[in-house]
């Protein structure tokens, strides 16, 4: 079992009962933290359908860790920004976690960024507003 074995690891994951009662059913990713050195990782379920689907088309294979070398498979940051629009959609604008990251992420990855895939699935899971206000928040910040 992945949580079993992820556990063998010396790090922290949500415990096996909590994946199965909150995680999975609501979407939510499942937490993997090494304490050691603060790395986190979200795991996520995919679905077969809609973004999901996509999202794992576009996935990229990258190095995780020098020593033991180990490779994972990581969401392209257009989808990582989907996804957290959505989760700040869904928290009703509660939570300024998602915002926070995604300035973050456009500060990094602003210049090689899909705009037209964000902006057709932003409209498709109904977050256009969202990610309209936060690029022109972006886009004004750098012009200063």
């Not at 088309?57 to 392209?76: C, G, M, N, V």
């Not at 989760?87 to 500060?107: C, N, T, W």
Request: proline residues 5%; negative net charge; charged residues 25%.
């Amino acid at each position: 079992m992945l949580i079993n074995h992820i556990e063998g690891c010396g790090v922290y994951v949500d415990p096996f009962e909590s994946v199965l009662e909150f995680n999975l059913p609501d979407g939510h990713p499942i937490n993997i933290i090494d304490g050691i050195n603060g790395v986190k990782a979200d795991v996520y379920v995919a679905r077969d359908t809609g973004l999901y689907v996509f999202a794992m088309q576009r996935r990229r294979r990258l190095r995780f860790y020098e020593s033991p070398p180990l490779d994972a498979w990581f969401l392209s940051p257009e989808d990582v920004i989907l996804y957290k629009l959505d989760y700040f959609r869904q928290s009703e604008g509660v939570s300024q976690k998602h915002p926070l990251d995604i300035a973050r992420m456009l500060s990094l990855h602003s210049d090689t960024l899909d705009l037209a895939y964000l902006e057709e699935w932003a409209r498709t899971i109904g977050v256009s507003d969202l990610w309209q206000a936060l690029w022109a928040q972006f886009q004004g910040s750098r012009r200063r």
